[in-house]
């Protein structure tokens, strides 16, 4: 059974930077490509940024470019989201997805690329 578990959240003043981290199980970590999403309050969710089984090819939604950064580390079997300069239209709640689809590299930000989802971790922004 595969199971998603992000964790990392809490509550942040505009301007800090914040490391949300992830863990899959069910199967060995590296198989894992992992997309991280975000849906804030009356929003649909939207895409953030993904990470390949490798860590060697990352991607970003163009609203987070530069204040984002997707890591892994396959040994301790994690992922991780770090974004800095947070303000008010980050707070959200943010999802870790897993998919070992072939065809990531092409629809790395759909929704529908991944099989499994974590529950989400909140990220609160004050001003």
């Known amino acids: 059974q595969v199971k998603v578990v992000e964790s990392g959240g809490g509550l942040v003043q505009a301007g800090d930077s914040l490391r949300v981290s992830c863990t899959v199980s069910?199967?060995?970590?590296?198989?894992?490509?992992i997309g991280w999403f975000r849906q804030a309050p009356g929003k649909k969710r939207e895409f953030v940024g993904a990470?390949?089984?490798?860590?060697?090819?990352?991607y970003y939604a163009d609203s987070m470019r530069g204040r984002a950064t997707v890591s892994r580390d396959n040994d301790k079997g994690t992922a991780g989201l770090e974004m800095t300069s947070l303000n008010a239209e980050d707070a959200a709640v943010y999802y870790c997805?897993?998919?070992?689809?072939?065809?990531?590299?092409?629809?790395?930000?759909?929704?529908?690329?991944?099989?499994?989802w974590g529950r989400g971790t909140q990220v609160t922004v004050s001003s």
């Open positions: 990470i390949s089984w490798s860590g060697h090819r990352t």
């Open positions: 997805a897993a998919t070992i689809n072939t065809n990531w590299d092409n629809n790395y930000s759909f929704e529908s690329t991944y099989d499994n």
């Open positions: 069910g199967r060995p970590f590296y198989y894992w490509k």
